[in-house]
């Protein structure tokens, strides 16, 4: 069978730096997170802020492994980490508070992937 690799050299660049991470920190979250950056995009999800709203606490840190759409309305203050995020959903994250962050920031401020939930 044959495999294919990824084009996209953000993408490769970021499997690559998961599974550094988890190597360094010990930390299981990376692992997994670039196991599943692996799989074929059509896998990746599609999540709306009414989602995140309704399955989240304020203060809470997001890792979608996808992108973030703006359908829906944000009322507590979270943390979002994603690969993409539409311009309406970064304008109402920010407005309730929040932050919208790429996968290679939230690796970076938080090495061991403590307190971290995963939405799909």
Sequence with gaps: MKTLKKTNPRLVRL???LKGASREA???IWRDLAKRLEKPRRSYAAINL???NRH???DESILV???VL???DLDHKVTVAALSFSSQ???KIESAGGKCLKIEDLMKTNPSGTKVRILR
Excluded: E
């Design 15 to 17: 499997i690559g730096d």
């Design 26 to 28: 010990d930390a299981a």
């Design 50 to 52: 009414s989602k995140i």
């Design 56 to 58: 989240t606490d304020a």
């Design 65 to 67: 492994i996808g992108k």
């Design 70 to 72: 703006g359908t829906g």
């Design 89 to 91: 959903a970064v304008a």
